[in-house]
């Protein structure tokens, strides 16, 4: 399967712990795109990167996330000292090239903190 | 900024049609339009870049006026598959990174026997 890949699937963290979330784009695609999705909710977008470059962050929260995508290995999501108010589905799309045209998306991290 | 769809819910019988909207606020580059079921990744369905288009995949349609930063999604037809929350995603015009989405609010579509 070349799809986008996601992991781990299903994340539980204690609050002050941290999250790292990975995500390895479809073969060919350089640019990748993280969302966020609470229950019941449309998907929010959090930041846009390319390899080695963070190209749009104007959607993540300017504290405790963060977030690469370098030159070698999967794109990662890093929230430091987590809440609860992080609990939510993490998507990552990608796409080969900038502009219009399909991002697809995987099957999501699914975070949950006690 | 957030794009509005209408309407927010929709429950069908197997083989009725429906029409989902999608209105911004904004000027628009594209649409692009998307299924997703309960626990799913969204999947993608289609994209609009001009004004006036429309374009089909299989009994799935859709359209884009500009002008009005409006789009519409048509499913004919419906089958129990087509269920799940259809969202549109929209790239504004004129800014310099136009690959970020911005997703309406959804629309959840069940299709029953």
């Known amino acids: 399967n070349a799809g986008v890949m996601q992991n781990p699937r299903h994340l539980v963290r204690r609050r002050g712990q941290e999250a790292r979330l990975r995500c390895s784009p479809m073969?060919?695609?350089?640019?990748v795109y993280w969302y966020r999705q609470l229950p019941e909710e449309g998907l929010k977008f959090m930041v846009y990167?390319?390899?080695?470059?963070?190209?749009?962050e104007s959607g993540m929260p300017k504290e405790r996330f963060s977030a690469e995508f370098p030159k070698e290995g999967p794109s990662i999501l890093r929230i430091q000292q987590v809440v609860r108010g992080d609990s939510a589905a993490y998507f990552c799309?990608?796409?080969?090239?900038?502009?219009?045209?399909?991002?697809?998306f995987g099957d999501g991290t699914r975070l949950s903190i006690l | 900024q957030q794009p509005v769809q209408s309407p927010q819910a929709v429950i069908l019988r197997e083989g009725e049609d429906a029409v989902i909207n999608c209105s911004s606020s904004k000027a628009l580059y594209s649409v692009h339009w998307y299924r997703q079921k309960h626990g799913e990744a969204p999947v993608f369905l289609m994209i609009l870049l001009k004004g006036g288009e429309q374009k089909g995949h299989e009994k799935i349609s859709a359209s884009f006026n500009e002008k009005k930063q409006q789009s519409s999604l048509y499913l004919t037809a419906s089958q129990l598959s087509y269920s799940g929350t259809y969202f549109c995603?929209?790239?504004?015009?004129?800014?310099?990174?136009?690959?970020?989405?911005?997703f309406g609010t959804g629309t959840r579509l069940q299709v029953t026997l």
């Open positions: 990167l390319q390899k080695e470059n963070i190209i749009d």
């Open positions: 995603g929209t790239e504004r015009r004129g800014t310099g990174t136009a690959s970020k989405l911005t």
């Open positions: 073969k060919g695609h350089s640019h």
């Open positions: 799309a990608s796409s080969p090239q900038q502009g219009p045209g399909p991002q697809h």
